[in-house]
């Protein structure tokens, strides 16, 4: 059973409303957590590419890239939990695991759910929840994963455009 039906949550999912680029995240993370889920992206297989500036490198252990000088270019991690769908984790701090989603890859039913597996398996391995904030808007996330739930819910009321 789908955690979330498209038609009750279309319009989080609209980047006219919602910018393209929500602002995903796991407060209250460490650079275990971190490693976790770098952990978690080979065990599952997904499609990965790190990079730190236009340079493109194996995928270190998370303290080695949380350990980086201050005015270091933010290195990401972009990972493709299906061909269609791309996730970009950017290691600004060891606090919060800090992501994106492009919106405009997660339309209908189908991508709503690879979605919604993915922020479950986040969350499951983490314990934690994970948020999803509308583009510049951090702090009001709409949906997320809730830990005793053990789903994705709304976590906000659907907008009407």
Not at 40 to 61: A, M, N
Not at 110 to 127: A, W
């Amino acid at each position: 059973m789908a955690d979330l039906l498209w038609d009750d949550v279309r319009c989080f999912f609209d980047p006219d409303l919602m910018g393209a680029l929500p602002d995903l995240r796991v407060p209250g993370s460490s650079a275990e957590d971190w490693q976790a889920v770098l952990d978690l992206v080979v065990s599952r297989g997904w499609k990965c590419r790190y990079s730190e500036g236009e340079t493109v490198l194996p995928v270190p252990r998370a303290e080695t890239v949380l350990s980086r000088p201050a005015d270091a270019e933010c290195p990401d991690l972009r990972v493709w939990p299906t061909p269609d769908v791309l996730a970009i984790f950017r290691f600004k701090d060891d606090e919060v695991i800090d992501f994106d989603v492009d919106l405009r890859e997660l339309q209908g039913q189908e991508r709503l759910d690879v979605f919604c597996g993915f922020l479950r398996e986040i969350g499951r391995r983490l314990g934690k929840p994970v948020l999803m904030d509308p583009e510049g808007d951090y702090g009001h996330p709409v949906l997320g994963f809730d830990v005793e739930a053990d789903r994705v819910v709304l976590l906000a009321q659907p907008m009407v455009k």
